[in-house]
């Protein structure tokens, strides 16, 4: 079988993440898969970025750099983009159509299509030519152009949610009536990676396409238990210490992952000497300020090295205030460690409260010291057992194996082949 994927990037973000590694898993068993994106980080020669489609800009854009090396039009035209409040238009993503690898493959798996990259009109050629599978792996496809809403939002009418970002005008109900039309002249088979998502796509603008439930994988030959005390030394941290881990890409800087609330369990926890505090995913800057209390890490993207991160904590805090099924709180439950996080998305749907972690009120502070307590007074014998239900719940529902298998399972059934 030969498959396309599309997504933003290949290896940041947790879209990119389930993307990339449904395409290693899928070579493995013997399938083609070439992948399209806006940023390419790897070094895989199957992974292609989508150039533009207009010469003329082209041409400037090599002479820009060339003579002054800078790159001129491509730094006017991100310039531009915001104030025209439009991600879904001006985007030369006919070039797809175009490509060895579109004209020899079987199928196409969409992922994030936003970041300013793809044209979405053609979605209705692709998927008049070849079947297409999307996944949602946030709330863009059903909003003009926000990724998550709160729940508040999520209850109101879809074209009132969005107000003036960059200009005092407002072009959502362009963008909401526009992406209407492009689907109702597109079959598409939406992926959702939670029950949570599923819910709010069955009453979306989404609605009369065909929705199928697969949840996210995790890798469980890389995200595992290690020893926590040879694996603390090994990473110079404290052997005597109770440790809390807060992860966010951007660290504290990233306001979708909740930081106010994960300071707030730090500062509640700042003169207690026993307890160290990990913040991972922020940048150099950041370290300078570490102290007994909080220890500031750079942003990982060795899975090894995050795992072995995750196994040293005594607790995994998770703040996020919007989410859809996240990574981590798989890969930290494969790891063994207790969690501690907000009821947001599809969180419980993975994760049993007082069974592997603790389900605290949403955006409830005490709520959250309160589990954070809950994990830290439990006997050795509740945490072994907590952690082994952990590891067990992953190895039996969420690996990258079961999630590949079920794509493939919906891939077979598009192409009406068996193989």
């Given at each position: 079988?030969?498959?396309l994927?599309i997504?933003t ?13 449904l ?5 493995k068993k013997?399938?083609?898969v ?17 150039k533009?489609?207009?010469?003329i800009?082209?041409?400037l854009?090599?002479?820009?750099k060339k003579?002054i090396?800078?790159d001129i039009?491509?730094?006017l035209?991100?310039?531009?983009r ?10 030369g ?17 969409c ?7 793809f044209?979405l ?9 070849k ?6 792996h946030?709330?863009?496809?059903i909003?003009?152009?926000?990724v ?7 209850k109101?009418?879809?074209?009132s949610l969005v107000t003036?970002t ?13 992406k209407?039309?492009i689907?109702?002249?597109s079959k598409l ?11 709010i ?9 065909n929705l199928?439930?697969?949840?996210n994988g995790i ?14 030394q ?8 109770k ?11 990233n306001n ?5 609330y ?20 922020g ?5 300078q300020v ?5 220890r ?9 090295l995050?795992?072995?991160y ?8 998770f703040?996020?205030?919007?989410e ?12 063994g460690t ?10 419980k ?8 972690g ?9 709520s959250?010291i ?6 830290l ?7 072994n057992?907590?952690s082994?239900n ?10 990258l ?6 794509y493939l399972k ?9 193989i």
């Amino acid at each position: 079988m030969k498959i396309l994927e599309i997504n933003t990037t290949d290896k940041k973000g947790g879209a990119a993440n389930v993307a990339y590694s449904l395409k290693t898993m899928l070579e493995k068993k013997g399938h083609t898969v070439s992948f399209f994106v806006k940023q390419k980080h790897s070094n895989d020669n199957n992974v292609f970025t989508i150039k533009q489609n207009c010469k003329i800009f082209n041409i400037l854009s090599f002479l820009s750099k060339k003579i002054i090396r800078k790159d001129i039009p491509n730094y006017l035209k991100n310039r531009i983009r915001p104030l025209l409040k439009n991600d879904i238009d001006f985007f030369g993503s006919n070039y797809l159509l175009k490509t060895k690898e579109f004209r020899d493959a079987d199928l196409i798996h969409c992922h994030n299509l936003h970041g300013n990259y793809f044209n979405l009109k053609i979605l209705q050629k692709l998927s008049r030519i070849k079947p297409v599978v999307w996944t949602l792996h946030d709330m863009w496809a059903i909003t003009s152009h926000y990724v998550w809403l709160s729940d508040v939002t999520i209850k109101k009418q879809f074209d009132s949610l969005v107000t003036s970002t960059y200009l005092d005008w407002d072009n959502s109900k362009y963008l909401l009536d526009s992406k209407k039309k492009i689907y109702e002249n597109s079959k598409l088979n939406i992926v959702v990676p939670s029950l949570w998502l599923k819910k709010i796509v069955e009453k979306s603008m989404l609605k009369s396409q065909n929705l199928t439930l697969i949840y996210n994988g995790i890798d469980n030959t890389i995200f595992k238990k290690y020893d926590k005390t040879r694996t603390r030394q090994y990473l110079k941290l404290p052997t005597n210490k109770k440790i809390i881990t807060f992860l966010a890409n951007g660290g504290k800087n990233n306001n979708q992952k909740g930081w106010e609330y994960a300071q707030y369990v730090a500062n509640f926890y700042k003169n207690n000497m026993n307890i160290l505090f990990l913040c991972i995913g922020g940048n150099k800057t950041d370290e300078q300020v570490n102290n007994n209390n909080i220890r500031y890490v750079e942003y990982i993207d060795n899975q090894e090295l995050l795992a072995q991160y995750y196994s040293v904590s005594d607790i995994f805090l998770f703040t996020s205030l919007f989410e859809n099924f996240p990574l981590t709180i798989l890969e930290a439950m494969a790891c063994g460690t207790p969690i501690v996080s907000f009821d947001v998305g599809g969180v419980k749907e993975v994760l049993t409260h007082k069974k592997n972690g603790y389900i605290a009120e949403y955006k409830n502070k005490n709520s959250l010291i309160k589990g954070v307590e809950y994990i830290l007074k439990l006997n050795l014998d509740k945490l072994n057992k907590m952690s082994q239900n952990s590891i067990q719940k992953i190895n039996n529902e969420f690996t990258l194996e079961i999630m590949t298998e079920n794509y493939l399972k919906l891939y077979r059934k598009l192409l009406n082949d068996d193989i």
